[in-house]
């Protein structure tokens, strides 16, 4: 048995890894203090764009235990904001979750007494791997808006590189919810010798319009920002946080159901003038403003602008239909994973029909799948929220991965 | 339903299904039915289930399920995707019955359905003594039951003649055994196996892969 602490070896020199501090503890059930690593990659990565990338980084954690056989690993793709940190408490912060954590840990529904579960931050992010705001060797300026249009095939090629390194040829399974489950429908189209099952949480095989229209409104906000200076910012020593934070604002709302927002905010008053009245002015008048614009402002402090330019177009290009003249079912046809679909009632980003069309191309190529439908009341968000029904599903599923994968 | 006639349901769907045959399973519950037909057939399974918590029995089993609910159609599935489409004791529960028979033809080379028979004589018995009949078949009360088509044998042959389903066998079983004389008032169970009129290449069991 190899065990995740291990790696260490192949950790970039020249980068501390943090060590785990005394006083931060972690809750029962959780993976407990992490720590990330940092893989350097040195050959060229190909992109869908033309361009390459000539080396670059990827931060990584990893939890549980890689069997000898390297036959239990799990990759976990992130959506738009998160990270590799996945699950567990991080060793600098104490307030600081994974971002998954309810899902992933010794006894959750993917446990880490059986998996080696992997968190990796994707290229173009700006939580550690290599991003606009990175270091460009050629100039030792950073990135900016240089740095390459990133697809979600990119990412996928770069992640089977990262396995590569660890030794794993085939995963147990790749996950991911959102965008996250892009990622791994794409890695079973891409390298589909590559992986046992693929889960595929509140997604879409493609944005609608109207999602990349919501898209490109975040978009303009950051652009026009006068602080964005064509993605250059970073020389100015200013960030566009005010586009960044009506992006991050409009997001949020798509990401709630209009009965989670109606139940959480209402028509609440924030700060009521005299016997309720208004304040006739166009400073926070209700409390749902007061939320979205704290959501945003706290979001425009730790996340780059230009990640979420390069994030955003990623979802819009995704397509694998594209391809096959937008039948989905040819584009899945090379397919050899089993499926397991969760799609969210109230989900109106990502509905359950879209969950539907993939289920459907692949029923049509007599892959094995399940799929469940969760009457859950909190949107798109769902996907990273405790719900019974929706973690005794995927628990009963990775048991049998579980069964099938480790011979239990 | 007794656990005699669950038995003779799977047994009679078993001898109705070839080796390795794909079969889909509407309204699959905690999925046995498709775990006893892989388990002797090899059959390759797949269940629709409203039900969450059927939903997570199917995936502790390993059966794969779609979480659907019956009545608003089968439109995930393409034609003639499956050798069998299994309607087990569901039927009488379906509010939208021509629809999904219709659908079960079109989605599958031959649908089986089972069902519990109305015209069992005892329930008639029950009527004339003024009460709906609450039996082992049908142990529910009148106000409390999810069973909202029943029908006699008659009744739903009637209805695949309108449809125009061709029924190619019907098996009928007493709360002891296998009837064949005067089903329509011995039979507690039923089963049919039947196909679109126009499909001319399934008088018998087809086996092997459809696709």
């Keep these: 048995m190899i065990n995740a602490a291990a790696l260490k070896s192949t950790d970039t020199e020249g980068r501390k890894l943090t060590e785990p501090s005394n006083d931060v503890q972690a809750e029962p059930g959780s993976v407990g203090v992490v720590k990330t690593q940092y893989f350097e990659f040195d050959q060229p990565l190909a992109l869908a764009s033309g361009q390459s990338l000539d080396a670059y980084t990827l931060a990584v954690q990893t939890y549980g235990t890689l069997n000898a056989t390297k036959t239990n690993a799990v990759l976990m793709c992130h959506a738009l904001n998160a990270s590799h940190h996945v699950a567990g408490v991080s060793a600098d912060d104490p307030n600081e979750i994974g971002w998954w954590d309810n899902m992933v840990g010794p006894g959750k529904p993917v446990d880490t007494n059986k998996f080696f579960v992997i968190g990796v931050n994707n290229l173009g992010s700006c939580f550690g791997s290599t991003g606009p705001a990175s270091i460009r060797p050629e100039t030792g300026e950073p990135w900016g808006a240089a740095f390459p249009v990133i697809t979600v095939e990119d990412w996928v090629m770069a992640q089977a590189r990262l396995a590569d390194r660890l030794g794993i040829e085939r995963f147990a399974a790749v996950m991911g919810g959102s965008l996250g489950g892009m990622q791994a429908l794409s890695w079973s189209i891409t390298c589909p010798e590559r992986l046992a099952n693929c889960v595929v949480i509140a997604s879409t095989p493609r944005l609608s319009a109207q999602n990349i229209g919501f898209n490109e409104v975040a978009r303009r906000a950051i652009i026009t920002d006068p602080e964005f200076h064509g993605g250059n910012y970073y020389a100015q020593g200013v960030v566009p946080k005010r586009g960044l934070s009506v992006a991050r604002m409009i997001g949020h709302i798509t990401y709630l159901s209009d009965d989670d927002m109606a139940e959480k905010f209402g028509r609440a008053q924030r700060a009521p003038a005299l016997d309720g009245a208004w304040r006739y002015g166009f400073d926070v008048e209700f409390e749902v403003e007061s939320y979205l614009r704290y959501q945003g402002e706290k979001f425009s402090k730790y996340f780059d602008a230009n990640t979420y330019l390069l994030i955003t177009r990623a979802l819009d290009y995704f397509d694998p239909s594209r391809s096959t003249d937008g039948d989905l079912t040819q584009a899945l046809a090379s397919v050899q994973a089993s499926f397991l679909l969760v799609s969210f009632a109230t989900d109106w980003r990502f509905p359950p029909a879209r969950s539907r069309e993939i289920v459907k191309a692949l029923l049509n190529n007599a892959t094995p799948v399940t799929y469940a439908e969760i009457d859950a009341p909190h949107g798109h968000d769902a996907f990273l929220l405790d719900d019974s029904r929706y973690h005794a599903v995927v628990r009963q599923y990775f048991k049998r991965i579980a069964k099938a994968v480790l011979d239990e | ?211």
């Design chain 2, 1 to 211: 339903m007794s656990d005699n006639n669950v038995r003779r349901d799977f047994e009679q769907i078993g001898r109705w299904v070839g080796q390795g045959n794909r079969v889909l399973d509407l309204g699959c519950g905690d999925g046995s039915l498709l775990g006893y037909l892989h388990d002797t057939k090899g059959t390759q399974g797949v269940g629709v289930e409203i039900s969450d918590e059927r939903v997570i029995s199917c995936v502790e089993r390993g059966v794969n399920v779609i979480q659907q609910n019956l009545d608003e159609g089968l439109a995930m599935f393409g034609d003639q995707q499956f050798n069998t489409v299994v309607l087990s004791q569901t039927l009488q529960a379906v509010h939208q019955t021509e629809h999904v028979l219709k659908e079960m033809v079109r989605v599958g080379l031959n649908g089986v359905v089972s069902f519990p028979n109305f015209g069992y004589w005892p329930h008639g018995w029950s009527i004339l003594r003024g009460r709906m009949p609450v039996t082992g078949q049908m142990p529910y009360a009148w106000y409390d039951t999810p069973n909202i088509h029943l029908c006699t044998l008659k009744d739903f042959e009637d209805l695949c003649g309108k449809l125009g389903l061709r029924i190619l066998e019907r098996v009928t079983f007493s709360p002891h055994c296998e009837v064949k004389w005067f089903a329509g008032w011995r039979a507690t169970l039923a089963l049919y196996r039947f196909t679109n009129q126009n499909n001319q290449h399934n008088q018998t069991n087809t086996t092997g892969g459809v696709r």
